[in-house]
């Protein structure tokens, strides 16, 4: 391997005589071997990822026999820049002369591919379900102005405390509410975020009109083309590759000197030299996830223990990360706090789950109750269901691999560790057939045979909402801390300014931000779209406010 002296952030650094290690799964450390081959220049034999396997922090899997697992999905639309620069770069898997971004534009040109959600919220009502007119957002005047409020007040007044310290009871109840998908114990913080940051939506909550969706789910549409891409490149990756921990030299500034790790059960090591750069993805969304079955619950919350020793190792990094620089540098607190977000699982759990079925009238059903044919209703909640479950009926097929015949669809609950309104125990607790039931209960379909074939499979997610939980911006470090001289950090766990956590988005970003900057390129990521500094679109959000 060719090796060079040590670089300073912000200076050019040669291409050749760098090697990038990049430790850690998600789309974080795909993003930033897309830009280190294409915009640095890296040869790709010079990229190495270290995870512990193929789309760890959004997975999805299954066949029609077993049934289909959705891990995670997320929303996409215009404002998301840099994750449509990064997918303009990656060839289509079925048509390589396209791009991804391309293959996503001619398949939201299709007008029955486009959201337009006649029915987001469901209710129960004296004779069965009753479509909420979700336009009517519930607020009080008194609402309102606490929108305001938090919307004007700084960050730095909003820290460690929760939504519930800034609204009254009855905003929790509103429809506004409901279609946030926030918890009340969340961050306020984050929460003056989203209403920044996604301005733009609020005159079309109800709506979801202008959101992007992928021709199949985000693992096969997203995550699959750029692993296929970076190993057709040449990019080298390491999979299962467990328990890193990163050697510190002993110096004034954070620089990485080796690279500690267990792979197949043998210990090894990588040492870092000249102007080498090491890329931490901190924490995981996904880590200690349990799957259940048709006939058997997800399984219990594990303990914070448990995350440490988690196979997605992504807060074992962090914490040995954490830990192991106390000895060797005084930059310590620029390397955030784990502790604040992987400790408070009854905080950040959900529960989501797949339901795969061989027999159309669940489909017919659903848009005669909703008007909306698959992959036209987004996100339908179920307001006054205890464990307020919400559902995606896509359009099909879903995967890959989904024959005719077989629709597929999925759903979460933010409440999974409440009673049901049915089936009279804890989400948690259910078997993927229970949840059906319930499931079929609110929207008053008959429980008959017609579901004999069914599978639905539970798939517990204990810090799947980890990211907007209480924090003191000490909790987040920033991309690239101060004092480092070859270490940045990427994920949904570092700091990016002005910017709201959770969408694929901010995790690009961040692996844009740590690439251009290491290598010391004249390239910045796009700007962040900032809806609140158009006049025309804080006009609209307004008056959808108010009305």
Same mark, same amino acid.
């Given at each position: ?140 005047? *008194? +609402?309102?102005?606490?929108? /305001?409020?938090?919307?004007?007040? !700084? ?5 460690? @405390?929760?939504? &519930? ?97 267990? *792979? +197949?059960?043998?210990?090894? /090591?990588?040492?870092?030299?000249? !102007? ?5 993805? @901190?924490?995981? &969304? ?262």
């Amino acid at each position: 391997m060719a090796r060079g002296h040590a670089t300073q952030i912000g200076h050019l650094r040669q291409p050749e005589s760098t090697n990038a290690y990049l430790v850690g799964d998600g789309i974080a450390s795909l993003a930033a071997a897309v830009h280190f081959v294409h915009d640095a220049r890296v040869p790709p034999s010079q990229v190495h990822i270290l995870e512990s396997g193929p789309g760890e922090s959004l997975w999805s899997i299954g066949t029609p026999g077993c049934g289909y697992v959705v891990s995670a999905e997320q929303m996409l639309n215009f404002s998301c820049v840099c994750l449509y620069d990064l997918l303009s770069i990656v060839p289509s898997l079925n048509d390589p002369a396209k791009t991804v971004k391309q293959e996503i534009d001619e398949f939201n040109a299709v007008p029955g591919n486009r959201t337009y959600a006649n029915s987001r919220l469901i209710a129960t009502g004296t004779d069965g379900p009753q479509i909420v007119v979700a336009k009517e957002l519930g607020l009080r005047e *008194k +609402d309102t102005r606490d929108l /305001f409020s938090i919307y004007r007040e !700084s960050e730095k007044k909003l820290s460690s @405390l929760k939504v &519930t310290d800034c609204f009254e009871e009855e905003f929790f109840r509103t429809n506004f509410w409901c279609m946030f998908s926030f918890q009340p114990w969340h961050s306020a913080m984050e929460f003056r975020r989203y209403l920044h940051r996604f301005v733009l939506g609020l005159p079309r909550i109800n709506t979801l009109e202008r959101l992007d969706h992928t021709p199949y789910d985000q693992y096969d549409s997203i995550i699959l083309p750029i692993e296929t891409y970076l190993k057709a490149q040449g990019v080298n990756f390491k999979y299962d590759t467990g328990a890193v921990r990163l050697a510190f030299a002993e110096s004034s500034d954070i620089k990485v000197e080796g690279i500690h790790f267990s *792979k +197949d059960g043998d210990k090894e /090591f990588i040492q870092v030299e000249g !102007s080498d750069i090491v890329f931490l993805t @901190l924490g995981s &969304t996904t880590a200690c996830t349990s799957i259940g079955s048709n006939h058997s619950p997800s399984g219990p919350l594990p303990s914070a223990h448990d995350a440490l020793r988690a196979s997605n190792v992504g807060w074992s990094n962090w914490s040995s990360l954490f830990f192991s620089s106390l000895l060797n540098t005084p930059h310590v607190s620029q390397l955030g706090n784990p502790l604040s977000f992987y400790s408070r699982m009854t905080e950040s759990c959900s529960l989501w789950f797949t339901v795969t079925l061989e027999n159309p009238e669940f489909f017919k059903l659903f848009e005669e109750l909703t008007s909306n044919a698959p992959g036209r209703g987004g996100l339908t909640t179920l307001k006054d269901s205890s464990w307020l479950l919400s559902i995606v009926v896509p359009h099909q097929p879903y995967f890959l691999n989904q024959p005719d015949g077989v629709q597929v669809f999925w759903g979460y609950a933010l409440f999974p560790e409440k009673i049901g309104d049915r089936i009279r125990k804890p989400m948690f607790e259910c078997t993927g057939q229970e949840i059906f039931t319930e499931l079929l209960g609110h929207l008053n379909f008959p429980e008959d045979s017609s579901w004999r074939d069914s599978i639905t499979i539970p798939c517990m997610m204990p810090y799947a909402t980890s990211p907007l939980l209480t924090r003191t911006h000490e909790d987040r470090p920033q991309v690239i801390p101060k004092g480092s001289s070859n270490l940045a950090l990427l994920g949904q766990f570092v700091e990016i300014p002005e910017d709201g956590v959770f969408p694929l988005e901010y995790s690009v970003r961040g692996a844009q931000t740590a690439v251009f900057k290491m290598m010391g390129l004249q390239k910045q990521p796009k700007e962040i779209y900032k809806g609140d500094q158009n006049l025309k679109t804080l006009a609209k959000a307004l008056k959808a406010l108010l009305s």
